[in-house]
């Protein structure tokens, strides 16, 4: 028996090996960390069932801070990847992600670091920091951290932020893994052809912080 969140799960004897159980063990435990209750397990996969997504959105919608508010997010995200179908929750999971990067460039880079906004002729992004007279605009993306960005996502996103005027850099910030090299690449070229540069950086935790901030100040300053 095992306990989450107060609701006692009973496992019974299975086919199941010890890396599956394992598997299983973590799982339950980032539950029991969030409090939510289990409707099902899959031993074979390790994936875990909510029975009411609503829970989520609650904790996600009432944390006390935008980085608990993430750390629900992710880790609902991590064991349960189909949560991120949900409009509501994929909604909440990008708002704490953009507040909690937001923050993050805030710390670094002062009042350099704003909360963007969409004008008549801009297509619009979440982040810019300016630094030198450069600006770079951050757009951040929340998604399943097992997969890598989606390549015609990454291109759909830099096509139509290059063509924001006045901007020197596009930035796309993610907690997934990078997309393929070749359309990285694209990326580049296509930021290069509107006399902007491209650049692509994972931020998962605050591990990342000295990347991100390395990344955008090539981006403004070479």
């Known amino acids: 028996m095992v306990s989450t969140g107060g609701v006692a799960v009973f496992i019974a004897t299975t086919e199941a090996g010890p890396a599956a159980l394992i598997v299983v063990g973590s799982l339950l435990l980032v539950a ?14 390790g994936t875990l069932t909510w029975p009411d997504l609503s829970d989520l959105g609650d904790q996600i919608r009432n944390a006390d801070t935008p980085d608990d508010a993430l750390n629900v997010a992710s880790a609902a995200t991590t064991v349960a990847p189909d949560v991120q179908r949900d409009i509501e929750i994929r909604e909440l999971s990008h ?28 297509r619009g992004f979440d982040i810019m920091v300016t630094i030198g007279g450069k600006r770079a605009a951050i757009e951040t993306k929340f998604g399943d951290p097992t997969k890598p960005f989606p390549n ?16 020197d850099a596009v930035i796309v910030v993610s907690n997934m893994y990078e997309p393929g090299l070749h359309t990285q690449e694209m990326a580049r070229d296509s930021a290069r052809a509107m006399g902007k540069k491209f650049a692509y950086v994972r931020w998962g935790s605050d591990r990342s912080n000295q990347e991100l901030q390395r990344v955008i100040e090539e981006q403004l300053l070479a």
Do not use: C, N
């Not at 289990?38 to 031993?43: A, V």
């Not at 009042?111 to 969409?118: C, D, H, K, L, P």
């Not at 015609?152 to 901007?167: G, S």
């Open 95 to 122: 708002v704490a992600y953009e507040q909690v990067i937001t923050d993050r460039l805030v710390s670094i880079f002062g009042s350099e670091a704003v909360r963007g906004s969409s004008g008549p002729h801009d």
């Open 32 to 45: 029991a960390i969030m409090g939510l209750q289990i409707k099902e397990i899959g031993l074979a996969d």
């Open 152 to 167: 015609i996502r990454l291109r759909d996103v830099v096509d139509a932020m290059v063509r924001t005027p006045q901007l």
